[in-house]
């Protein structure tokens, strides 16, 4: 294939050997440490309202009872504690004429005393504020009401002398009432584990019996108080369930004369038509006022947060949640408040998840538009934290969701400038709209989807790698993960509980941001690198460097800013690099690392480096003075350009960063001549979209030969890749982010990509894909196994399955995966030979039902421990949602995660000039069989020597199925221990700046 390359000159995003030389951190007698919590994750800037609010130890312990089944059982010993009470009333009224036995009067004064016992701490870590809230809450009432009769009847057991008190029983059985509607609302943590329709049930029949008991309990104390009749309970509960039934008394007077007979008629008949209509009408109101139409309340100096989404899915609710409240973040957040800001009222599914003990005391549904100033003042906006912009992940208006969203954006901005936003878009070339309103945060969804399945291929893992590096696993999801698979240890389910355990370890691993000590200054990057895994275990794997230059046109040279001026904890004034191995530590920046806890991170901020071992990459430099260059002049020769020398190369950069906006994933060379295919395997007589080699273009054509000769291309495709969409009506957008990572410069060879779908590209995106060697597409329907033998699945190195963007999500079953599942089926029957298959759910719950062997399938793993999950091969857009909420509290994870897809973007310096992008690492995947039987210890220390940091293993191991079958286990291993032995099948993840060799 002939390549023309174009005259415009492009930058080569590698370059050979790149020396950052930074200027000297000022004197100081003193460091400030970093700000860590022990089981927090370390952010270099925490959010604003940590410094004005820390939660009390009161609040803290809230957390812990909402998240452990010891709240669950404190709610059912208050129920149980109420229940007899209200038995001993019940045995209390067949002694109403005489006095009460002492056995009666002594059991219900120690009851009454647990019950206070067990109270009394509850409510004082729940409810309490001040002393008025005693006499403002219901519950501090009903159980004075409820203990005072216990009070009279020990003074004085004989009711003839203190009748008043069967007035006050009542209260008794509503105290009752909702202490067990408590304990029957489902939770994950409850002991009770009700379903979601027997908690309902169960809630609907508790109501009834306890209305017919309170109304009994009155009935009883009132036929007792004045009528003077020896009613027994018995008789109250049978009076009180036939009046509720037909509506009045059953009584012996009956009208004797014509005049009351039609008088009865009349009210009877104007009851029917009278009383129906003013129910409905009733109803209607009712029903107009939203219980979510309430404004949000929180106490005084409480910080909170909003969330503003078009649609509420539970996959992603879930996900955000779960990961703000994570208990890895440490106690700076246990008490914030989420409010959920949207015009619609929750589905049934959403408000089931809502009412957890977890989220129901912490997180407030409000109904109301964000584009509206009273809902906004309604939901204490001003006051915020922080403003969540969450888009709609599965939808054919992706343009329609991206207006909306910028609109909400631009309202938000306009209420207040102060809170910070966070940003999910759908589509890359909607960016720039977002990013002029300076947001915090923007994520793309699209783009991070494809740019990981792209990754994927090239470094299986990566996606669960990457997941689990940027998700919050606490220990006691670790423990409760290993209890989970020890009870669940028997032949059919296929896991191997060493290889469980190792996931497991390399799982609680994450990225935390801390500065590094002063120790390290002067030091080569890689034996920092290597110092702190040996003595720490932690892995530093990038660096964030201060934007602290600029450059001068005049002068052609490089200078310093003012720092009086920088930001320190701004993460908009760093550049970041991955694996920067040959820079210097000046002692100003922060570093990243993979660490098991923020204990260990947080010691690099106070490490004590008194040499011995790591000293060999040891280099002292020369302070630079305040006119020497950022970057050597070699060094931008090799980033594709020196230094800016006139105004012409300053307008091509300005050129070239507005082309980027436009189209965020060109390639990084273009050719004016260059082979392309568009095949299908029906013989179209119609327009065919096909290359212009003349032009740059896209041009119609109809000449068959050109058809016949492009099929014949696609019939010789082999180790290519196969990206299935099963869409009936709309072909994947943003493809270019899919094929992008895969046509770096850095990459050893070309892999032949295939798109098979249903539906057509339009001219428009094709013409993007056209500018990529070797895209193929080819139209078929990945479903049947025809449409896969069009695109030669049976020759595939691999295969990528997209999820139907058109599909809406339902309340009913999750059934939106079932057909990427017969995708996968089809696709693993038809290929004899392994062949790795990439699937996307839209509910991580499914991803247990790739295992292979159906045995394997247990109902109570979870999404975390499935196999393919923990083999990377599978990947939910839901996932996402926990990126965002992590960068709330570590706020570069979203440019550590972009420049591990995309590479670095080009240096804007605080002065407004732009430098090429600076030398940065790419992941590979690389074996280790030179290393098999040694430590890992030995591997990292030989791969440092090479200038390449290693993050993990990617093992594989042979387990025994059911049926004496044997087949491959996968998974990821993060960051293990230097003790650790590798196998035969063992490889390592890497970051190097080009492909390790000699491993």
Same mark, same amino acid.
């Given at each position: 294939?002939?390549?023309?390359?174009?005259?415009?000159?492009?930058?080569?995003?590698?370059?050979?050997?790149?020396?950052?030389?930074?200027?000297?951190?000022?004197?100081?007698?003193?460091?400030?440490?970093?700000?860590?919590?022990?089981?927090?994750?370390?952010?270099?800037?925490?959010?604003?309202?940590?410094?004005?609010?820390?939660?009390? /130890?009161?609040?803290?312990?809230?957390?812990?009872?909402? #998240?452990?089944?010891?709240?669950?059982? /404190?709610?059912?010993?208050?129920?149980?504690?109420?229940?007899?009470?209200?038995?001993?009333? @019940?045995?209390?009224?067949?002694?109403?004429?005489?006095?009460?036995?002492?056995?009666?009067?002594?059991?219900?004064?120690?009851?009454?005393?647990?019950?206070?016992?067990?109270?009394?701490?509850?409510?004082?870590?729940?409810?309490?504020?001040?002393?008025? !809230?005693?006499?403002?809450? +219901?519950?501090?009432?009903?159980?004075?009401?409820?203990?005072?009769?216990?009070?009279?009847?020990?003074?004085?057991?004989?009711?003839?002398?203190?009748?008043?008190?069967?007035?006050?029983?009542?209260?008794?059985?509503?105290?009752?009432?909702?202490?067990?509607?408590?304990?029957?609302?489902?939770?994950?943590?409850?002991?009770?584990?009700?379903?979601?329709?027997?908690?309902?049930?169960?809630?609907?029949?508790?109501?009834?019996?306890?209305?017919?008991?309170?109304?009994?309990?009155?009935?009883?104390?009132?036929?007792?108080?004045?009528?003077?009749?020896?009613?027994?309970?018995?008789?109250?509960?049978?009076?009180?369930?036939?009046?509720?039934?037909?509506?009045?008394?059953?009584?012996?007077?009956?009208?004797?004369?014509?005049?009351?007979? @039609?008088?009865? *008629?009349?009210?009877?008949?104007?009851?029917?038509?009278?009383?129906?209509?003013?129910?409905?009408?009733?109803?209607?109101?009712?029903? !107009?006022?939203?219980?979510?139409?309430?404004?949000?309340?929180? @106490?005084?100096?409480?910080?909170?947060?909003?969330?503003?989404?078009?649609?509420?899915?539970?996959?992603?609710?879930?996900?955000?949640?779960?990961?703000?409240?994570?208990?890895?973040?440490?106690?700076?957040?246990?008490?914030?408040?989420?409010?959920?800001?949207?015009?619609?009222?929750?589905?049934?599914?959403?408000?089931?998840?809502?009412?957890?003990?977890?989220?129901?005391?912490?997180?407030?549904?409000?109904?109301?538009?964000?584009?509206?100033?009273?809902?906004?003042?309604?939901?204490?906006?001003?006051?915020?934290?922080?403003?969540?912009?969450?888009?709609?992940?599965?939808?054919?208006?992706?343009?329609?969701?991206?207006?909306?969203?910028?609109?909400?954006?631009?309202?938000?901005?306009?209420?207040?400038?102060?809170?910070?936003?966070?940003? =999910?878009?759908?589509?890359?070339?909607?960016?720039?709209?977002?990013?002029?309103?300076?947001?915090?945060?923007?994520?793309?969804?699209?783009?991070?989807?494809?740019?990981?399945?792209?990754?994927?291929?090239?470094?299986?893992?990566?996606?669960?790698?990457?997941?689990?590096?940027?998700?919050?696993?606490?220990?006691?999801?670790?423990?409760?993960?290993?209890?989970?698979?020890?009870?669940? %240890?028997?032949?059919?389910?296929?896991?191997?509980?060493?290889?469980?355990?190792?996931?497991?370890?390399?799982?609680?691993?994450?990225?935390?941001?801390?500065?590094?000590?002063?120790?390290?200054?002067?030091?080569?990057?890689?034996?920092?690198?290597?110092?702190?895994?040996?003595?720490?275990?932690?892995?530093?794997?990038?660096?964030?460097?201060?934007?602290?230059?600029?450059?001068?046109?005049?002068?052609? %040279?490089?200078?310093?800013?003012?720092?009086?001026?920088?930001?320190?904890?701004?993460?908009?004034?760093?550049?970041?690099?991955?694996?920067?191995?040959?820079?210097?530590?000046?002692?100003?920046?922060?570093?990243?690392?993979?660490?098991?806890?923020?204990?260990?991170?947080?010691?690099?901020?106070?490490?004590?480096?008194?040499?011995?071992?790591?000293?060999? #990459?040891?280099?002292?430099?020369?302070?630079?003075?305040?006119?020497?260059?950022?970057?050597?002049?070699?060094?931008?020769?090799?980033?594709?350009?020196?230094?800016?020398?006139?105004?012409?190369?300053?307008?091509?950069?300005?050129?070239?960063?507005?082309?980027?906006?436009?189209?965020?994933?060109?390639?990084?060379?273009?050719?004016? %001549?260059?082979?392309?295919?568009?095949?299908?395997?029906?013989?179209?007589?119609?327009?065919?979209?096909?290359?212009?080699?003349?032009?740059? #273009?896209?041009?119609?054509?109809?000449?068959?030969?050109?058809?016949?000769?492009?099929?014949?291309?696609?019939?010789?495709?082999?180790?290519?890749?196969?990206?299935?969409?099963? !869409?009936?009506?709309?072909?994947?957008?943003?493809?270019?982010?899919?094929?992008?990572?895969?046509?770096?410069?850095?990459?050893?060879?070309?892999?032949?990509?295939?798109?098979?779908?249903?539906?057509?590209?339009?001219?428009?995106?094709?013409?993007?894909?056209?500018?990529?060697?070797?895209?193929?597409?080819?139209?078929?329907?990945?479903?049947?196994?025809?449409?896969?033998?069009?695109?030669?699945?049976?020759?595939?190195?691999?295969?990528? +399955?997209?999820?139907?963007?058109?599909?809406?999500?339902?309340?009913?079953?999750?059934?939106?995966?079932?057909?990427?599942?017969?995708?996968?089926?089809?696709?693993?029957?038809?290929?004899?030979?392994?062949?790795?298959?990439?699937?996307?759910?839209?509910?991580?719950?499914?991803?247990?039902?790739?295992?292979?062997?159906?045995?394997?399938?247990?109902?109570?793993?979870?999404?975390?421990?499935?196999?393919?999950?923990?083999?990377?091969?599978?990947?939910?857009?839901?996932?996402?949602?926990?990126?965002?909420? =992590?960068?709330?509290?570590?706020?570069? @994870?979203?440019?550590?995660?972009?420049?591990?897809?995309?590479?670095?973007?080009? *240096?804007?310096?605080?002065?407004?000039?732009?430098?090429?992008?600076?030398?940065?690492?790419?992941?590979? =995947?690389?074996?280790?069989?030179?290393?098999?039987?040694?430590?890992?210890?030995?591997?990292?220390?030989?791969?440092?020597?090479?200038?390449?940091?290693?993050?993990?293993?990617?093992?594989?191991?042979?387990?025994?199925?059911?049926?004496?079958?044997?087949?491959?286990?996968?998974?990821?291993?993060?960051?293990?221990?230097?003790?650790?032995?590798?196998? #035969?099948?063992?490889?390592?993840?890497?970051?190097?700046?080009?492909?390790?060799?000699?491993?």
């Amino acid at each position: 294939m002939s390549r023309v390359v174009s005259t415009t000159p492009e930058p080569i995003e590698e370059p050979t050997h790149v020396t950052f030389i930074l200027p000297p951190k000022q004197p100081s007698s003193s460091r400030t440490s970093s700000v860590v919590s022990v089981t927090s994750n370390f952010a270099l800037k925490q959010p604003r309202y940590h410094a004005l609010y820390q939660p009390s /130890w009161r609040e803290q312990l809230a957390v812990e009872l909402d #998240n452990s089944e010891i709240g669950s059982i /404190w709610r059912l010993v208050d129920a149980f504690l109420n229940i007899l009470l209200c038995l001993i009333y @019940i045995a209390h009224t067949v002694y109403m004429k005489a006095s009460l036995p002492t056995f009666n009067v002594c059991f219900e004064v120690v009851v009454s005393i647990l019950l206070l016992m067990e109270y009394i701490p509850k409510f004082y870590i729940y409810e309490f504020e001040s002393l008025r !809230s005693l006499f403002t809450k +219901v519950s501090p009432i009903l159980t004075a009401l409820t203990i005072y009769p216990v009070i009279a009847i020990a003074m004085d057991p004989v009711f003839e002398e203190t009748r008043y008190i069967v007035f006050f029983y009542p209260f008794r059985f509503i105290r009752c009432y909702l202490s067990v509607r408590d304990c029957l609302v489902r939770s994950e943590k409850s002991v009770l584990k009700l379903g979601q329709v027997t908690s309902k049930t169960l809630i609907f029949l508790q109501s009834i019996l306890f209305l017919i008991l309170t109304g009994s309990s009155l009935l009883h104390g009132v036929e007792y108080a004045y009528m003077d009749e020896n009613v027994t309970f018995l008789d109250a509960v049978f009076f009180t369930t036939i009046m509720l039934g037909t509506v009045g008394y059953l009584s012996d007077i009956v009208p004797d004369n014509a005049f009351p007979r @039609i008088l009865l *008629l009349v009210i009877f008949t104007t009851g029917l038509i009278f009383i129906p209509y003013s129910i409905s009408e009733l109803t209607m109101l009712i029903r !107009s006022k939203s219980v979510y139409d309430k404004p949000f309340r929180k @106490i005084s100096q409480q910080p909170h947060v909003i969330i503003i989404a078009p649609t509420i899915e539970l996959p992603s609710l879930r996900h955000f949640l779960k990961e703000f409240y994570s208990l890895a973040h440490g106690s700076a957040t246990v008490n914030t408040k989420v409010v959920i800001l949207n015009p619609l009222d929750p589905t049934d599914r959403v408000k089931t998840f809502l009412s957890d003990p977890v989220f129901a005391h912490r997180v407030q549904y409000v109904r109301g538009s964000s584009l509206d100033a009273r809902n906004l003042e309604k939901v204490d906006a001003k006051n915020a934290s922080a403003y969540f912009i969450l888009a709609k992940k599965y939808t054919q208006q992706s343009e329609i969701i991206d207006a909306e969203n910028v609109l909400k954006a631009i309202a938000l901005s306009k209420f207040d400038e102060g809170p910070k936003l966070y940003i =999910q878009c759908i589509l890359p070339e909607n960016k720039i709209h977002f990013e002029s309103l300076n947001p915090d945060q923007i994520i793309c969804t699209d783009e991070l989807k494809l740019a990981i399945f792209a990754h994927s291929c090239l470094t299986p893992g990566f996606s669960t790698l990457l997941y689990g590096l940027t998700t919050s696993f606490t220990f006691e999801s670790a423990h409760e993960l290993r209890r989970g698979t020890r009870k669940r %240890r028997r032949p059919s389910i296929g896991l191997d509980c060493d290889a469980i355990e190792d996931y497991i370890t390399g799982f609680s691993q994450s990225i935390y941001t801390t500065t590094l000590s002063d120790h390290f200054s002067g030091h080569n990057f890689l034996s920092v690198v290597e110092r702190l895994y040996v003595d720490l275990g932690v892995v530093l794997f990038a660096l964030g460097i201060p934007k602290t230059h600029s450059f001068d046109t005049s002068s052609t %040279r490089w200078m310093f800013d003012h720092k009086d001026d920088f930001d320190v904890n701004d993460p908009k004034n760093y550049t970041v690099l991955i694996n920067p191995d040959d820079h210097i530590l000046n002692g100003d920046e922060i570093g990243f690392v993979i660490a098991l806890d923020g204990s260990l991170a947080d010691g690099a901020a106070t490490y004590e480096w008194h040499g011995g071992y790591g000293q060999k #990459n040891h280099k002292v430099i020369p302070v630079p003075s305040e006119q020497q260059p950022l970057l050597t002049k070699g060094a931008l020769k090799n980033n594709g350009g020196g230094a800016y020398s006139d105004k012409k190369k300053i307008n091509q950069s300005t050129a070239s960063d507005t082309q980027h906006h436009e189209y965020p994933h060109k390639p990084d060379y273009f050719t004016l %001549r260059r082979q392309r295919a568009f095949s299908t395997p029906l013989a179209f007589t119609e327009h065919e979209l096909l290359h212009d080699f003349s032009s740059s #273009n896209i041009t119609l054509s109809s000449r068959a030969h050109d058809v016949e000769s492009i099929n014949s291309v696609i019939d010789t495709i082999t180790d290519h890749i196969l990206l299935c969409d099963y !869409s009936q009506t709309t072909f994947p957008r943003n493809l270019d982010c899919f094929v992008s990572p895969l046509r770096k410069p850095y990459l050893e060879k070309i892999i032949p990509i295939v798109i098979l779908s249903p539906t057509r590209p339009s001219q428009s995106q094709w013409k993007i894909l056209c500018q990529f060697d070797q895209v193929y597409f080819v139209q078929g329907n990945p479903m049947m196994r025809e449409g896969l033998d069009c695109g030669r699945v049976r020759f595939a190195k691999q295969a990528v +399955v997209l999820a139907d963007s058109s599909r809406l999500l339902r309340n009913g079953e999750k059934t939106e995966d079932a057909s990427a599942m017969l995708v996968f089926l089809n696709i693993k029957a038809m290929c004899k030979e392994n062949i790795d298959v990439f699937v996307e759910f839209v509910h991580m719950d499914n991803m247990k039902f790739m295992s292979e062997d159906a045995s394997a399938i247990d109902k109570s793993m979870q999404a975390h421990h499935s196999p393919a999950f923990m083999a990377g091969t599978c990947f939910s857009l839901s996932m996402l949602d926990s990126i965002i909420c =992590q960068s709330f509290y570590q706020p570069h @994870i979203v440019t550590i995660i972009e420049q591990m897809l995309f590479g670095t973007p080009p *240096l804007h310096l605080l002065s407004g000039s732009t430098c090429p992008a600076p030398s940065h690492s790419h992941f590979y =995947q690389v074996p280790v069989q030179l290393f098999v039987g040694c430590q890992y210890g030995e591997l990292f220390r030989s791969m440092i020597d090479k200038k390449v940091v290693p993050l993990g293993l990617y093992r594989t191991k042979k387990v025994k199925t059911v049926n004496g079958n044997e087949k491959e286990l996968k998974y990821v291993y993060t960051c293990p221990k230097s003790n650790v032995l590798l196998r #035969n099948d063992d490889k390592v993840f890497v970051l190097s700046k080009r492909a390790p060799t000699g491993f």
